[in-house]
Antibody
Framework: QVQLQESGPGLVKPSETLSLTCTVS????????WNWIRQPPGKGLEWIGY???????DYNPSLEGRVTISGDTSKNQFSLRLSSVTAADTAVYYC????????????WGQGILVTVSS | EIVLTQSPGTLSLSPGERATLSCRAS??????????LAWYQQKPGQAPRLLIY???SRATGIPDRFSGSGSGTDFTLTVSRLEPEDFAVYYC??????????FGQGTNLEIK
């Protein structure tokens, strides 16, 4: 069974860079699609982007330019960096796995709340 | 970007009743690869749980009272007989376009 766990700071200052890591067990980031998805408090879900084939990425066009997703196969982890954050980036951030070949995310981490505030 | 519109926003029902939730896409999410539409259930403080993928296939461990149907732009999630644990928020999600998974805004299924 695939398990994912998000980690990182719970508080980030405006204009700074949000950095989160997802540690994967029971699966390998060298295969499958590894997603970041977020949910502002009391609101719906927004896909941020994914990592696949160990180094290729696709991002939500609304965030492209501020977002970078990368992977570390030696640690079986993948990471999210979101630059120039504002209060609108306050959300629960989830990492999630999707199988290749047109499948939705099936395994999700528990989520981590990141608040953007000075 | 494909926009998904869910209806109703809130559905108030009693245990034992049948629930029908709708998801409409701004353009077709059915490709030569799949009917690329999934349904998730989310309870407070928890991550979403995948219920249905490919519009009508149940995910592992999902009870058969949950069923999905539809193709193209119109999709339905049906819960045949509501159990107390089924009251939650439900989201549809399309994965037809590589550069843009999108989610609907959610339907809150609440106890009447």
């Amino acid at each position: 069974q695939v398990q994912l766990q998000e980690s990182g700071p719970g508080l980030v200052k405006p204009s700074e860079t949000l950095s989160l890591t997802c540690t994967v067990s029971g699966g390998s980031i060298s295969s499958d699609y590894w997603n970041w998805i977020r949910q502002p408090p009391g609101k719906g879900l927004e896909w941020i982007g994914y990592l696949y084939h160990s180094g290729s990425t696709d991002y939500n066009p609304s965030l492209e330019g501020r977002v970078t997703i990368s992977g570390d196969t030696s640690k079986n982890q993948f990471s999210l960096r979101l630059s120039s954050v504002t209060a609108a980036d306050t959300a629960v951030y989830y990492c999630a796995r999707a199988l290749p070949n047109w499948n939705p995310p099936d395994y999700w981490g528990q989520g981590i709340l990141v608040t953007v505030s000075s | 970007e494909i926009v998904l519109t869910q209806s109703p926003g809130t559905l108030s029902l009693s245990p034992g009743e049948r629930a029908t939730l709708s998801c409409r896409a701004s353009q077709s999410v059915s490709t030569s690869y799949c009917n690329c539409l999934a349904w998730y259930q989310q309870k407070p403080g928890q991550a979403p749980r995948l219920l249905i993928y490919g519009a009508s296939s149940r995910a592992t461990g999902i009870p058969d009272r949950f069923s999905g149907s539809g193709s193209g732009t119109d999709f339905t999630l049906t819960v045949s007989r509501l159990e107390p644990e089924d009251f939650a928020v439900y989201y549809c999600q399309q994965y037809a376009t590589p550069k843009g998974y999108t989610f609907g805004q959610g339907t809150n299924l609440e106890i009447k």
